[in-house]
């Protein structure tokens, strides 16, 4: 079992129309329950493991100042005939400049791996549910850009001569993102991370991503100190690891018919801005905790969604690393027994291991400003019971009553 705690708070300063300037502050903490060290042993030639249960802290911050701007640009060279009346391309470029101290210094420890005497840098929460935090100083610059794609096209709903354009987006987002460390004494340059995203028919989306190091290896797949391109023959790098997900969502018209659109913006009406961490933070408390975000306007609504993803790792025996391959399909959905009541599911299915890993069902009931939510997790590691009474608005949400209980199981 383990806990984690984020605070992040962040100033946008718009100085004209084309930057913005965010000056930022994150802090977290991280408690464990239990942390591993690792020794080697001459006789057995392999690393042995111990386990120490109790109470262990970690915690980090950092510092930023962001600046981003956008820049527009537009294809309207159509024919007269054609459907497609113009193309946009937005691009959004950013830049930041970013500093962290080194406050895991002491969670990390070197480690010899093999009878040549090599030796990797472990940390003591490595495996651990929340992992540990990246040891090292940083100070240095972050970029990215991030860009879409929209059409604007005739619409043919609506024949009348005067009849607006319809926009379609082409593809949500696209860039990439990476960092470099002036105070790293090597491996300066971070991995530079590659993303997609996009919409088809306005119910299924699809993402993918995959990290690019730029750094050579060795036989056995350990980074070296110096530039994959510098290697003798021209490479950018090495993937270390992708994943494509594909999720599609169907549900019945809302009882004041509201567009989905329209139900996003009245659900955050009431909410601060959120920075990007906050934002998956709280992604992250939806998922675990289903019951506390249901819409009672819409009766019922199903949710699906794949996933595949592929990541170096270490091989058991830290002889080297191996590509390991994962799959999952994840499924969500409630309906409405009364106006006032609803119940709902969420599933977890892991392909490699061909187990169900998770399954929570939940039961919520309307009060008025306030609601009452039941979440049940009978499967998987972590099974709980959790019963919630909390304010529906968003901005009173933690103001609310809350206990839980945890059954831990194999």
Known sequence: MGSSTFYSNSIIITTNRAFQIAPGIS????????????????????????IEKGFFSSRDISFSLGINTAIFGKYEKFGKNSNIRAIRHVIRPNMSINYKPDMAKKDYYAVKIDTTGRQYRFSYYDGTIFGPFSEG?????GFGIDNNLEAKVKNKKDTAA???????????????????????????????????RSTLFEKINITAGATLDPYDVDSLGFRKKEYAWKSGKFSPGHIVNGNVA???????????NKTKE????????????????????????????????VDFDVPWNVTVSYSLNFSR????????????????????????????????????????????????????????????SINITPVGLYRSFNITVNPKSGMLRDLKINRTRYFYGT
């Open 246 to 256: 594909v999720s599609a969502t169907f549900q019945s018209k809302s009882k004041e």
């Open 313 to 372: 790792q270490f091989r058991a025996d830290y002889s080297g690393f191996k590509t390991e391959l994962y799959s999952n399909l994840n499924m969500n959905g409630d309906f409405s027994l009364t106006p006032k009541w609803k119940v709902g599911m969420q599933a977890y299915y892991d392909f490699k291991t061909s187990k169900l890993q998770s399954f929570t069902t939940f039961i919520t009931r309307e009060l008025h400003c306030w609601q009452l």
């Open 162 to 196: 005067d009849a607006p354009d319809e926009k379609i987006r082409l593809i949500d987002g696209f860039g990439f993102n990476g960092g470099y460390n002036f105070l790293a004494d090597s491996f300066q340059l971070s991995p530079i991370t590659f993303y997609a």
């Open 262 to 293: 329209k139900q996003i913006q009245e659900n955050n009406s009431n909410q601060l801005p959120q920075t990007m961490e906050e934002q998956m933070m709280q992604l992250e408390y939806v998922r675990q905790n289903p019951a506390e975000f």
């Open 27 to 50: 802090y977290q903490e991280k408690w464990y329950s239990r942390k591993f060290e690792r020794v080697w042993n001459d006789t057995k030639r392999k690393i042995d493991t111990s």
């Open 137 to 141: 100083k940083y100070g240095g610059i």
